[in-house]
């Protein structure tokens, strides 16, 4: 249960873990940065990973870069909200800066695939809003993640053949948004977070809030 965070609108509101999912290369950084940019007081889950770094990520910012035995510990210790295996790579959300933002009412916005929104969702159902991207067509997967051009051919093969996999996935998911054209996209995503962010059960002391405005009529 997490309180104490304030609405636009004076009341106070749940903090809420936003996730977006998609096979790798439909887009869900480039729409999580437009998100984070676009968004005051939405706070970037930054995952742990045991990926090498690839040219231009920060330590700290893109992801915890961490080798496997820090991983190992960081399981043992609990100090992952959740984690899974990821081509091959092991990736995690640490639990201690999620916990505070939601325990100030703050929304945070998670990057991480159907095995971890399953893990969250496991958790902490009613707080967790899911958004699955997918790409227009698989020509257009594949010739993005060749222009990110971050990863090697035979690395970009293997994400593609596990793109069937991960998308088989998306009927877990509260809102399917396609990643066209990248405008479109993020305004489907940013409306569905307001809309989340306003539901009536999201916002706390509504009655007294209610209450006050029909007081104030009554005089
Ligand atoms: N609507 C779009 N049209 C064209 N290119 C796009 C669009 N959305 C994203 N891209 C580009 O596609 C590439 C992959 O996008 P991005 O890195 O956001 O994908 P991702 O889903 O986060 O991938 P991963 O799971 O591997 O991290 C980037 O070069 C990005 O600029
Ligand atoms: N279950 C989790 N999945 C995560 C996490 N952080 C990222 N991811 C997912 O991994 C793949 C690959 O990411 P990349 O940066 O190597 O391209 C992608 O689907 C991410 O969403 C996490 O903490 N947990």
């Known amino acids: 249960m997490t309180t104490g965070g304030h609405g636009t609108d004076g009341v106070e509101r749940r903090g809420l873990m936003f996730v977006l999912s998609s096979p790798s290369g439909a887009g869900k950084t480039t729409l999580s940065r437009m998100l984070i940019a676009e968004t005051p007081g939405l706070q970037m889950s930054i995952s742990a990973t045991t990926r090498p770094m690839r040219p231009g990520e920060v330590d700290g910012k893109d992801y915890f870069f961490v080798d496997q035995k820090r991983f190992e510990l960081m399981v043992e210790n609990g100090e992952l909200l959740e984690w899974a295996h990821v081509f091959g ?3 995690g959300t640490p639990r201690g800066p999620v916990e505070a933002a939601l ?5 945070v916005l ?3 695939d159907w095995q971890g ?3 969250l969702r ?3 159902g009613k707080d967790v809003v899911s958004v699955f991207i997918l790409p227009p067509s698989v020509a257009a997967l594949e010739q993005r993640l060749h222009t990110r051009a971050q ?8 994400r593609m053949k596990k793109a069937g996999d991960e998308m088989s996935h998306f009927d877990a998911y509260d809102y399917i948004v396609v990643n066209d054209n990248i405008g479109i996209a993020f305004e489907a995503v940013r409306s569905i977070l307001r809309a989340e962010q306003l539901k009536r059960e999201r916002q706390v002391g509504l009655e007294g809030f209610v209450r006050g405005l029909r ?5």
Do not use: H, M, P, W
């Open 151 to 158: 990863d090697s051919d035979e690395v970009i093969r293997g």
């Open 110 to 112: 998670f990057d991480i």
């Open 122 to 124: 496991d958790r902490s």
């Open 117 to 119: 929104t399953q893990q």
């Open 89 to 91: 790579n092991r990736y």
């Open 215 to 219: 007081n104030q009529l009554e005089k």
């Open 103 to 107: 325990a100030s009412g703050r929304d």
